[in-house]
């Protein structure tokens, strides 16, 4: 059982917006920086938002997070089939003194 | 474009050790913190280990804290994970993992593809 808990599963229709959501605890989210994750197919993990809402170069401007309290979203908007992956967030944890990812959610887009 | 490869792989038994290793290029190695990720097949990621760029701050999953030991060698550029006492659970996908910046406390902003271990009799 992950410590950061994310939806199973997500889906939208193409153009649409969705929001994955991620749940924390003050040890982690609550006092460090989110990350969010893709993971297309037999791909290896790609980083798609750090520090809460912060996008790599290269990563669409429909890719945005944000992060209250103890808990982060993705948002995806103008959803597109190439999105269709699995999408995980991390955080520090200060208990555990180590990275803790959420259980991952699997976007469809129908 | 920065690039991790991954050996050292395969199959083993319960029990025994395996040693990985990641090549990493084209970006200043000792410049960054490094990691492994671990990913059973068709499940979520696991973060198992990270060093800092100089070795100074280690940090390890309990799952495998006191049977696996990462290191590093910043001259030949490459990161290590020396696993013992393998188990049946340790059976995953190890992703070489590059870190944002120093310290273990920050974004993996590069990833290798991964070298499959499998731990069975």
């Known amino acids: 059982q992950s410590v950061l808990t994310q939806p199973p599963s997500a889906s939208g229709t193409p153009g649409q917006r969705v929001t994955i959501s991620c749940s924390g605890s003050?040890?982690?989210?609550?006092?460090?920086?989110v990350y969010w994750y893709q993971q297309l197919p037999g791909m290896a993990p790609k980083l798609l938002i750090y520090?809460?809402?912060q996008r790599p170069s290269g990563v669409p401007d429909r890719f945005s997070g944000s992060k209250s309290g103890t808990s982060a979203s993705l948002a995806i908007s103008g959803l597109r089939s190439e999105d269709e992956a699995d999408y995980y967030c991390?955080?520090?944890?200060?208990?555990?003194?180590?990275?803790?990812f959420g259980g991952g959610t699997e976007l469809t887009v129908l | 474009e920065v690039q991790l490869v991954e050996s050292g792989g395969g199959l083993v038994q319960p029990g025994r050790s395996l040693r990985l290793s990641c090549a990493a290029s084209?970006?200043?190695?000792?410049?960054?913190?490094m990691h492994w990720v671990r990913q059973v097949p068709g499940k979520g990621l696991e973060w198992v280990s990270g060093?800092?760029?100089?070795?100074?701050?280690?940090g390890y999953a309990d799952s495998v804290k006191g049977r696996f030991t990462i290191s590093r060698d910043n001259a030949k550029s490459s990161l290590y994970l020396q696993m013992n006492s393998l188990r049946a659970e340790d059976t995953a996908f190890y992703y070489c993992?590059?870190?944002?910046?120093?310290?273990?406390?920050?974004?993996?902003?590069?990833w290798g593809q991964g070298t499959l271990v499998t731990v069975s009799s």
């Open positions: 993992v590059k870190g944002y910046g120093q310290w273990l406390v920050s974004a993996f902003d590069c």
């Open positions: 084209r970006f200043t190695f000792d410049d960054y913190a």
């Open positions: 060093i800092t760029w100089n070795s100074g701050n280690i």
């Open positions: 003050s040890s982690n989210i609550g006092d460090n920086y």
């Open positions: 520090r809460n809402n």
């Open positions: 991390a955080a520090w944890d200060d208990s555990l003194s180590g990275v803790i």
